[in-house]
């Protein structure tokens, strides 16, 4: 079974923190993703990435950034924390197809910035 | 603009009835992927289902079928014999191969399957 695991499931940081979510998949997928949930608004994508050290803007990159120094960790960074980026944080990773195939999601981390 | 809207926010059914969640999206092409996502609480987001919109038969996967209406621009999921295990989260997502370069989600259906 594809294990993509998540760093933390729950994080409170302070306005202003960098913060560092942490993504990890054990399957040896090529694509790897971030997305943002909130309740009426779907999932949302941060960044994805194709490949180690390639990465590509989603939907709503302002405020984030992301890492991909090893095929199976993908991070994605908060540099200066706000308000507004409270809210739960899924990572995902497919094998080959970026979109076509089956995406595999870890469990979540739930971040409140207070 | 591709968009995919999923109208029920919620909806409540008694366990082992029949239910139904509705999925429509808004697209000039005619070649997309298409999928049901369940995320039950506090639990991973799983793949149920997915549909090639050239492919003319509907999707099934046990309890889970699909209604995909290509004209209608419709792609709902039922769910047979309700179980207290589909009790989750349910999206519908589409991959537009010609436009945006990634998955849309819907909004998410909230299911709950009662005692």
């Known amino acids: 079974d594809v294990k993509v695991t998540q760093s933390s499931r729950y994080l409170v940081k302070r306005t202003g923190e960098k913060v560092f979510l942490e993504c990890v998949q054990d399957?040896?997928?090529?694509?790897m993703f971030w997305y943002r949930q909130d309740p009426g608004l779907g999932l949302r994508l941060i960044y994805f990435?194709?490949?180690?050290?390639?990465?590509e803007k989603g939907d709503i990159p302002e405020g984030y950034s992301v890492s991909r120094e090893k095929k199976e960790r993908f991070s994605l960074i908060l540099e200066s924390a706000s308000t507004n980026q409270t809210s739960m944080y899924l990572c995902?990773?497919?094998?080959?197809?970026?979109?076509?195939?089956?995406?595999?999601f870890g469990p979540g981390t739930r971040l409140t910035v207070l | 603009a591709q968009t995919v809207t999923q109208s029920q926010p919620e909806m409540s059914v008694q366990e082992a009835e029949t239910v139904t969640l509705s999925c429509t999206y808004d697209t000039s092409e005619s070649n997309y992927y298409l999928f049901w996502y369940k995320q039950p609480p506090s639990r991973q987001m799983i793949l149920v289902i997915r549909?090639?919109?050239?492919?003319?038969q509907n999707a099934t996967e046990n309890r889970f079928s699909v209604n995909f209406q290509k004209a209608a621009k419709s792609f709902s999921l039922k769910i047979s014999d309700s179980q207290l295990g589909d009790t989750a989260m349910y999206f519908c997502?589409?991959?537009?191969?010609?436009?945006?370069?990634?998955?849309?989600f819907g909004q998410g259906t909230r299911l709950t399957i009662n005692p």
């Open positions: 990435s194709y490949d180690v050290k390639m990465k």
């Open positions: 549909q090639e919109a050239y492919k003319q």
């Open positions: 399957m040896d997928h090529e694509n």
């Open positions: 997502a589409f991959y537009f191969i010609q436009g945006a370069q990634k998955l849309v």
């Open positions: 995902a990773s497919s094998l080959t197809g970026l979109y076509t195939d089956t995406q595999y």
